[in-house]
């Protein structure tokens, strides 16, 4: 158990709570949580320990998932070692460019205007303005852990877990 001030979010605290339990020798395998303590971050740290976080990860927030007739970033093929992104149309992105966004590591990803414009589905892929699709992606371990939990909390077995 650990108790922290109210204004201290719960993923804050979980990395402590780790720390204490390594020394004392009891990680478990599995650790239930609620979504309070979801993060692509605790995730990957938690994997490091050889805990497996058990815990609803935050949904895709893009208008494409949320209205769920459109591509979603999980519709995307990313290759990380060639550092290209191929849309669900077989379109490569004509930029890969790492930046720092909230502090954090980003890599933006877009795709060309003379990609996008005549695209046949272009309005399930995006609306904006700019007349191209752009993704934002996390480190690679992160995406790929948010992938994976948001594929995995969709299941039976997951969910009667």
């Known amino acids: 158990m650990a108790t922290t001030p109210s204004t201290v979010p719960d993923v804050k605290a979980l990395e402590p709570i780790h720390q204490r339990q390594h020394r004392r020798g009891v990680l478990p395998g599995e650790h239930y949580l609620d979504s309070g303590y979801a993060s692509a971050h605790a995730i990957v740290t938690a994997r490091t320990r050889g805990i497996a976080l058990i815990t609803p990860v935050l949904l895709d927030q893009s208008r494409q998932a949320r209205e ?39 890599t933006v990803v877009k795709f060309s205007r003379t990609t996008c414009g005549p695209c046949p589905v272009r309005e399930r892929c995006t609306t904006g303005k700019a007349g191209y699709r752009q993704l934002t992606l996390h480190a690679k371990a992160m995406t790929d852990a948010l992938r994976t939990a948001r594929a995995g909390q969709a299941g039976r077995d997951w969910q009667a877990a």
Not at 80 to 85: E, F, T
Not at 86 to 105: D, E, I, L, V, Y
């Open 68 to 106: 769920r007739r459109g591509f979603d970033a999980a519709n995307f093929t990313i290759d990380w070692k060639y550092q290209q992104v191929t849309c669900p149309m077989g379109q490569a992105s004509s930029s890969w460019s790492p930046c720092r966004q909230h502090g954090r590591p980003v």
